[in-house]
């Protein structure tokens, strides 16, 4: 008798640890990570740009997103922004500037308290591209990443009081 209970739970915990299996694997991925995991992994967003725009800053590219791989020169640029008060860059067009300046604005409303961002175009529908394109950014990275956050045409606004406006000059 007691060799038919043994194979009979036997069977039970295989099946257990088949089910296990098949719930593990068709959890969602941002759902294996233990709450240890999500908070370095935020820490380590914030003391890095260049990690943080290495593997979640995805790009809207025609055929799907890519994370997008920054340069050495905009990794350079965003260096030169962060150690100096001012900077003027003389750039050609289709460089990538904007859009590590983007990631880079994105980063910093992310990831930090009392940001003021302004967006000055000379044309209005620049201005709007380019706010929505730091909106983009922040909407596609992971939840955990993300607190609370309110929306104007004009102003995105978070939880942490870290916001941008674009002004809509004409």
């Not at 370095?40 to 590219?61: A, G, T």
């Not at 409303?109 to 940001?115: I, R, W």
């Not at 983009?136 to 102003?155: A, D, L, V, W």
Request: proline residues 2%.
């Amino acid at each position: 008798m007691d060799t038919l209970v043994d194979a009979v739970e036997f069977k039970i915990q295989q099946k257990e640890k088949v089910i296990d299996k098949r719930i593990e694997r068709d959890k969602p991925q941002h759902l294996k990570h233990s709450a240890k995991k999500y908070v370095m992994e935020y820490l380590r967003c914030k003391k890095s740009f260049e990690y943080f725009v290495r593997h979640y800053i995805l790009l809207e590219l025609p055929g799907g997103d890519e994370l997008m791989n920054p340069y050495r020169k905009q990794l350079e640029f965003i260096d030169l922004v962060e150690t100096k008060k001012h900077a003027l860059l003389l750039k050609s067009r289709q460089t990538g500037f904007s859009t590590i300046v983007q990631a880079y604005t994105a980063w910093l409303c992310v990831f930090h308290d009392n940001v003021v961002v302004g967006i000055i175009s000379k044309d209005g529908n620049e201005a709007t591209d380019f706010a929505r394109m730091i909106r983009g950014m922040i909407e596609k990275i992971p939840n955990f990443f993300k607190t609370k956050e309110g929306c104007s045409r004009e102003r995105i606004c978070k939880e942490n009081r870290a916001f941008f406006y674009y002004d809509k000059r004409k």
